[in-house]
């Protein structure tokens, strides 16, 4: 690997022209250059901002209040009878023979002799005297006199006035408040940022290249990487800035507007009307009445009489007797018997049964509405722009020969060092710097 870089570095010696490393045999240096060489080489133009105050039109809309006719479509309800044919599920009972065997009791009945014992009751009636005292009512009539007030209606005529109301259809005007949405410019400002900015010049350092350089040493010339020294080099950069304007805009606010509109009204006043009319009015009278009223009062009296109470003396007397009684004895006959059976059948019975039925009519009706007519209003409205004017910025070191009469092109006097025309009714913008990038 060493051997191969000698060769490497050999090959580079030998390519090198004999001029350049006449000038190489001390350290390389760029101190003979003038600082003037450094200086931009002809003059640029610079961005002044002014401000200007322009007119637009913008188109307002306002909203008017307009009358027009319109049909609706009234839906009614309309009743109306329909037949419809419905069916019914109806059971009948049927019948169907069934033959079964039964087993029938067959009973015999045959008597035997019991003896047996029964306590006969024998009853005598007997007599007691029983005294007991009752209550005898004794009634006697008597007449009193009772006097009461009756009512006797009396009947009179009277004339009796009467009162009635009646309700009277008046018309009148008022003034009925309306309100309506009206679109009203507003002027509002808002933050905008700008980018604005300009030209300096910045000093860069930039280092030196490296280049082979052959060494006497005591072994004999060799060949090493020799680091030249930095030069300075000056460049044009465009430093941006930012800058915040009010800038005013026109939005459009809705504004609610009340207006008074005279509308017709029609409503019933009450009206009291006075009648004479004779009605009969019956009034009751008192009068006194005596009346004599029969009346019974009742007085219990005590009597005593005597009473013969019978009762009965019951005893028992045993006595022998003789029944015969019978018993039945019974066996199974097996015997064949038919019996009916009834089941049930059902069918569909139609029948018509009417129901009703409702149906949506339409019917077109007239109706008048209110709607807002927009209607466009043109005006001038201010604004304020900014525009870059181009001015054009010479360097003096350049410019000298200039102010000799040296340069026909153009001159610094002229404001275009170059001999470039410029138009200062136009915007200019920020471009590369032409002598950075030759």
């Known amino acids: 690997?060493?051997?191969r870089s000698v060769i490497f570095n050999m090959a580079i010696a030998f390519a090198t022209p004999i001029s350049a490393f006449g000038g190489l045999c001390g350290v390389p240096s760029y101190s003979c250059c003038p600082t003037a060489?450094?200086?931009?080489a002809s003059c640029y133009?610079?961005?002044?901002v002014s401000t200007e105050t322009c007119y637009r039109t913008v188109c307002e809309t306002v909203y008017e209040p307009q009358e027009y006719t319109s049909s609706r479509t009234v839906y009614e309800n309309v009743y109306e009878d329909v037949q419809q044919t419905c069916y019914r599920t109806v059971n009948e009972t049927a019948y169907r023979e069934e033959t079964y065997s039964v087993c029938r009791p067959v009973t015999e009945t045959a008597v035997r002799e019991e003896t047996y014992c029964v306590q006969r009751p024998v009853t005598e009636t007997l007599y007691r005297q029983c005294n007991y005292t009752v209550q005898r009512p004794v009634w006697e009539d008597h007449v009193r006199e009772q006097r009461y007030t009756i009512q006797q209606p009396v009947c009179e005529t009277i004339q009796q006035e009467c009162r009635s109301t009646v309700m009277k259809c008046v018309t009148e005007t008022i003034q009925q408040e309306r309100c309506y949405t009206v679109q009203r410019p507003e002027t509002r400002t808002r933050c905008v940022q700008r980018m604005t900015g300009q030209w300096t010049t910045q000093t860069?350092?930039?280092?030196?290249p490296v280049i082979p350089r052959v060494v006497c040493g005591p072994c004999g010339p060799r060949l090493c990487m020799t680091q030249c020294p930095p030069r300075q080099i000056c460049r044009r950069v465009w430093c941006p800035q930012v800058v915040q304007e009010q800038i005013p805009y026109t939005v459009m606010v809705p504004q609610v507007v009340r207006q008074q509109c005279p509308v017709?009204?029609?409503?019933?006043?009450?009206?009291?009307v006075v009648k004479t009319v004779p009605i009969q009015v019956t009034r009751m009278v008192a009068k006194e009445v005596v009346q004599q009223i029969p009346y019974r009062t009742c007085r219990m009296e005590c009597e005593t009489k005597t009473q013969q109470i019978p009762y009965q003396v019951c005893k028992m007397v045993s006595e022998q007797r003789t029944r015969q009684i019978p018993y039945t004895v019974c066996k199974m006959v097996t015997e064949q018997k038919?019996?009916?059976i009834p089941y049930c059948v059902s069918k569909q019975v139609p029948y018509t049964t009417t129901h009703r039925v409702c149906k949506v009519v339409p019917r077109e009706v007239q109706q008048t509405c209110t709607r807002m007519v927009a209607r466009q209003v043109m005006k001038q409205v201010p604004y304020t722009r900014n525009v870059l004017i181009p001015e054009t910025v010479c360097c003096p070191s350049t410019c000298a020969p200039c102010a000799q009469g040296i340069m026909t092109?153009?001159?610094c006097a002229g404001g275009n060092c170059s001999g470039v025309s410029v138009d200062a009714a136009h915007p200019v913008y920020p471009v590369a710097d032409p002598a950075l990038n030759p």
């Not at 860069?204 to 030196?208: A, C, E, F, S, Y």
């Not at 017709?264 to 009291?272: A, H």
């Open 1 to 3: 690997m060493r051997m």
């Open 37 to 40: 060489a450094c200086a931009p």
């Open 45 to 48: 133009t610079a961005c002044r």
């Open 204 to 208: 860069q350092t930039i280092p030196g």
């Open 264 to 272: 017709q009204v029609t409503r019933y006043v009450p009206e009291v």
């Open 338 to 340: 038919t019996r009916t």
């Open 409 to 411: 092109g153009g001159g």
